[in-house]
């Protein structure tokens, strides 16, 4: 019996049907690199005309002078030699002065002096009367910051001044005149609460009556100008030691009082 004629399907060649496409991917890839690396190896190659041209040109900078170890002018000595050989031709103009200073840095450069004069005297004024336990004095980046304890200025509880204050703010009141700066009040105390039968509400009330009175005094005793003072009362809120001991809460009731580094206007 004759078997039916099957028609053979031709071969397929090889690569066709996508199996081989990568190759065109990798064989681009490869190109990009080889382009990248050239352009890499070009730019890293110096110029060496312009490199000979520079190099030439320090040499011919540097030999122009005789020598600086042999105390010569070095670099300047052919500017000097021309000089000295022509002195009448025109010579180059000298650089311009720096700047002035301004009216108000040449205020400011005053007040720094008045505020290190006053630093002083103060602190001669407590060395010599024994208050280095109840005043202390500090040169702070926001001026000269004088530190009164409460227990020459103020009874327990109370914002009226003792007497024995006076001659410690008449003395601070006569320095006061001769400066041109803003001066800073503020009171502070410690954390334990005012006392039921206190006249005032809280500590609050309390810091803000005692730099109230060191300015009273200031203003209506010693006569100073109220336009150079601020006062503030802070409480407990700024304490300048621990409030868990007696000595950390002697020295947190204080009254501040600074001489800001800041010109009236």
């Given at each position: 019996m004759r078997q039916p004629n099957r028609r053979r399907r031709p071969l397929r060649k090889e690569g066709e049907g996508g199996r081989d496409r990568w190759l065109i991917t990798y064989?681009?890839?490869?190109?990009?690199?080889?382009?990248?690396?050239?352009?890499?190896?070009?730019?890293?190659?110096?110029?060496?005309?312009?490199?000979?041209?520079?190099?030439?040109?320090?040499?011919?900078?540097?030999?122009?002078?005789?020598?600086?170890?042999?105390?010569?002018?070095?670099?300047?000595?052919?500017?000097?030699?021309?000089?000295?050989?022509?002195?009448?031709?025109?010579?180059?103009?000298?650089?311009?002065?720096?700047?002035?200073?301004?009216?108000?840095?040449?205020?400011?450069?005053?007040?720094?002096?008045?505020?290190?004069?006053?630093?002083?005297?103060?602190?001669?004024?407590?060395?010599?009367?024994?208050?280095?336990?109840?005043?202390?004095?500090?040169?702070?980046?926001?001026?000269?910051?004088?530190?009164?304890?409460?227990?020459?200025?103020?009874?327990?509880?109370?914002?009226?001044?003792?007497?024995?204050?006076?001659?410690?703010?008449?003395?601070?009141?006569?320095l006061f005149e001769g400066l041109d700066a803003a001066i800073s009040i503020e009171g502070h105390t410690d954390n334990v609460p005012v006392s039921r039968w206190s006249s005032y509400k809280d500590n609050w009330e309390l810091s803000g009556a005692r730099a109230m009175s060191v300015l009273r005094y200031f203003i209506d005793e010693s006569g100073l100008d109220p336009a150079g003072f601020q006062y503030a009362g802070y409480a407990d809120t700024r304490p300048a030691a621990d409030n868990a001991t007696d000595e950390g809460r002697r020295k947190n009731r204080r009254v501040e009082i600074t001489v800001l580094r800041q010109l009236q206007q």
């Open positions: 064989a681009d890839l490869i190109t990009l690199l080889l382009i990248f690396f050239v352009v890499m190896y070009a730019m890293s190659q110096l110029d060496s005309d312009k490199y000979q041209l520079v190099t030439q040109s320090l040499q011919a900078t540097f030999q122009s002078g005789d020598s600086i170890l042999e105390m010569g002018s070095g670099i300047t000595g052919k500017a000097d030699t021309e000089k000295h050989k022509n002195p009448d031709a025109p010579q180059a103009e000298p650089e311009a002065p720096a700047e002035a200073m301004t009216e108000r840095e040449l205020a400011f450069r005053d007040q720094e002096k008045a505020l290190s004069d006053f630093m002083a005297v103060i602190e001669q004024y407590v060395k010599e009367h024994q208050l280095e336990e109840d005043i202390f004095i500090a040169d702070e980046p926001r001026g000269i910051a004088i530190t009164l304890s409460d227990r020459f200025l103020f009874d327990t509880g109370h914002a009226e001044l003792k007497p024995g204050a006076a001659p410690v703010l008449t003395k601070l009141a006569s």
